[in-house]
């Protein structure tokens, strides 16, 4: 093929392009990253809000084109915006809250800017798409069912609570007043040494957690002959995990005295094999 050719051949495929792909600019404008906010926020299944994005132009060009609203994969809405020349615009859509999860974001199309001569010219946005706002919405006969559930559960526990009040006002009038201030001291007895231990429990961690520190402290630990203070650090780590969980069930009521009912219960079970 001859120069002459292939300069026309050239230019046939020049002129049969679309010039304003050819020269389609890279720009900063478009989304601020992660611009999505709602009018209301927290919402529920249901409510009629609009969802924000907020369109950033730094060109010294007029740019338009439209923004496409998706929850997840499908497209809620669509709207033209057109920002002046170093501007921002926020756009919204309207949009009636369905339960689920959701993933909003919106998404630049036909991106032009406006030259001086009046016509328009392909923009490529290097931030074309916002970040996605994820909400999940539960549905509002769940949540009432959830509710109900609630308010079903603490009702039957204050009417169990009442029940055991009222047993022990009877108890108290039925059982000897000998027995039951012998129920009474043997309880408060127990409950005293419970809060005994449990004080002796605190200091002893205390020191075993202060012999740690003391170690840690201590860059190069002296032995004695046998290298000893070596493996002091192990078992101060294992007593104080010990001691942790024993200070645990006697400073609390509810683990004493559930770990001495399960402990008592098992006797009366062994007891009751051995026997029968």
Known sequence: M??????????VIFYLLPIQKIFAQTTNAGF????????????TEG?????????????TRKFSGTVDFFDNSTLLGTKNFTVAATSTEDIFINWTVTAGNHEIY??????????S??????????QNETGKSSRTVTSKVVAQNISNGINTVDGAFNTAVNSI???????????????????????????????????????????????????????????NSNG??????????????????????????????????MVILVILRFLWNLIF
Do not use: C, H, M
């Open 165 to 223: 009040q009222n047993i022990g006002s009877t108890t108290k009038n039925v059982v000897p007043v000998a027995i039951s201030q012998t129920l009474a001291n043997t309880t408060n007895t127990l409950d005293g040494l419970r809060n005994n231990i449990s004080t002796t429990l605190g200091d002893a961690q205390t020191q075993t957690q202060n012999n740690l520190d003391a170690l840690d402290n201590v860059k190069n630990p002296p032995t």
């Open 47 to 59: 409510d009629k809000i609009k969802i924000y994005t907020l369109i950033f132009n730094p060109d």
């Open 32 to 43: 601020i990253p992660g611009s999505i906010w709602y009018s209301e926020d927290p919402f």
């Open 117 to 126: 001569n009046g016509t328009y010219v392909d923009a490529s946005l290097a």
């Open 2 to 11: 001859s120069l002459k050719k292939f300069g026309i051949a050239l230019l």
């Open 228 to 261: 000893s203070s070596i493996f002091q650090k192990p078992f101060y780590v294992v007593e104080l995990f010990f001691l942790t969980i024993l200070s645990y069930i006697f400073k609390y009521k509810i683990l004493f005295y559930g770990l001495l009912v």
């Open 106 to 115: 919106g998404q630049i199309e036909n991106a032009k800017f406006l030259t």
